[in-house]
């Protein structure tokens, strides 16, 4: 899977263009943050109706593992602001179908970042590919 380091900071300026309440949102502040180690499966996905949800709940999980329709109308309910809908899905299918893990050098310093209840606010994709591979542990900031 491709991986990539997140830049915090870069992530919430770019995060805040589109909302003004990006760090109470998403449970993020301004730091620090503080690398661990987690179980995958504690991780937990916040969704446009703000409910918390586990990621073999979410649309991006669904996904990948067939349900296609349920991330498609995510895309066009929230999702579409970020990036074109067709660059979103190419994007998403290519970390699918990569067979490199992220948690492998280069990218073994690629952090998913979570709020401290565990909630991602940066990485969804990367869990989702992660959880498909049978990963158990994975190194967050949070």
Known sequence: MKGYTTDKELMCKHMAKYSGEMNHRFGIGSGPYEPCIVEIAKLKVRTPDKDIINIS?????????GNKDVYIDFLHEFYHQWAPFDIQLKSFDYLL?????YL???????????????????GVHRTTCLVLLGVKFAPILK
Do not use: M
């Open 57 to 65: 709940e979410s649309p991006h999980y669904q996904y990948a593992i």
């Open 97 to 101: 179908s990569d067979e490199k893990n």
């Open 104 to 122: 492998d050098p280069p990218h073994d310093q690629d952090f998913i970042l979570c709020g401290q209840d565990l909630v991602i606010a940066d």
